[in-house]
């Protein structure tokens, strides 16, 4: 899949070694190739469409002192610029398009400073460390990915969503980022500070609009969870329960909720869940445990305690469930969607008539969140088996689902719009003007139309597999 450019026709590459070290410079070889990939293998169109990127060089500096003189240097020659925090985003967001230089931020890391209910870290500072250095205070992350153990902040909140603790916080449009701080692509950087909404203009962005030196994100008390699997016969009993538990007083970080035959996918725990039964993952406060298990009851759920020695239950919901479905089907796809809002019974029949149209194909998969408002929000992370013809099938499903009134996310593209997440374009622009003059940061991801002229197909049989949380010590 890796095509490296030789080093010798790039001579602005001894400038970066003269900058940073050998050691801090990448060019060639196998180090070179695991830049190159991300989860987009997710998605088989992504896959092809990403198969044949390449980079003339990884640099990764240790501290802002030298992510700013990369980024002065990258300025001055226009040369393109990827930054990448630990790869694991589903978009291909950290992949560059225009080969240039990816910019390995995970050296860039550690906690600022913690205070009450905020904390701010280097942007490369993986998220458990957040969450550690904020536990160590009585407090805890709003939200994080379900990948905290590898996932860094800047890549979080550039190339992520939501995920741990949305269910009663919300997404990270949901006042969870308090401040970033950014550094222009300028031969002479500049630091600009967004605080409150204007956070929102870099968010999900794919490191398009600036570099990020500092983020803070909000805390809230800490709480002290159980984990545990909630087995129900009827999928609409389950999803009825999962909407009550994230509507009701119970403090739950995590309600994920999971149609048959997905339990039967996920190998660690699938000695607990009898055939064709449905899940909730539920991850809530161990003092709301006797209500949590009243609620579960009183629409005929099962509660069982987390399987003694099983990976954790945070590596099951959000994209790690697709991870599970990808194994188990290799061949099979995904999707993202938002189901009605705020309006149960709506859901309720948009679940059903989902069900019925694709019985065994969409796999429902729905994340119960909250808004800051505490509207009910049902995100939908489907995995879809058994397409025959995958692009035209999508296509199809797409518009059926459009149709009852499912807003669709199309993880199929690298492109930020087409993920859907964009908000204010006008304010966005005018702010990536300022801070990326040259146009050189992460560039084909905005704007630009869905598929490019790549063409590589990738065989499934060299797609590795592994979990992000696997992947670490590499
Ligand atoms: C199994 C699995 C589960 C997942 N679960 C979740 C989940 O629960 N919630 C969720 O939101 N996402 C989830 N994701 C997606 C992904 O984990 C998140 O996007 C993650 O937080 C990305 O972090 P990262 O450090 O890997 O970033 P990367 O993937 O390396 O980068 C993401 C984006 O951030 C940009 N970036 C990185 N650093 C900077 C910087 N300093 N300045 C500017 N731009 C920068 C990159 O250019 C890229 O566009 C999941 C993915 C997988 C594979």
Redesign the pocket.
Known sequence: MTAVSESQNRPYLDEFVALLGDLQVLSEGRKISRYLR??SW?SPILENALADTSVDAVVRPRNIDE?TAVVALAARHRIPI?????????YG??LPLEQGIV?D??G?AGILDVAEGRIAAL??T??KSIEEAARGTGQELA??????R???????????????G?AAHG??WSNNVLAVE?ITVEELPRTIRLEGADVNL?L??????????RVEMRLVPAHTYEDVLVVFDDFEQCCRFGWELVDSDIHARLASLQQAPIPAMMTPITHEIPEGSHVALVWSDLDDAASMRALAESYGGTVKAWPEGATHI??F???????WSRKAEPESSWLQCEYASGDKDRFIEQVRAVTERYPGVFLQHI?INTSPDRTVRCMGIPPLVGLANHEEALDELISYCTGLGIYLLNPHSYVVEEGGFVGDTERMLALKQEVDPFGI??PG?LGESFFSDRTAVVVSSERDMR??EQLSGE
């Open positions: 991300d989860f997710y992510l990827t930054m990448r925090g630990a790869g694991t985003g589903n967001q950290s910019v931020i995970k860039v942007p490369g993986i998220m939200v994080m990915p379900s990948t905290y590898v996932a860094t902040a800047s890549g979080f909140i550039s190339g992520g969503s939501g995920g741990l949305a997404d990270l950014l870099i999900h962005m794919y490191g398009t609009v600036g570099v990020i030196t945070t590596q919901p959000y994209s790690h469930t697709i991870l994340e940061l992460n991801k979990a992000p």
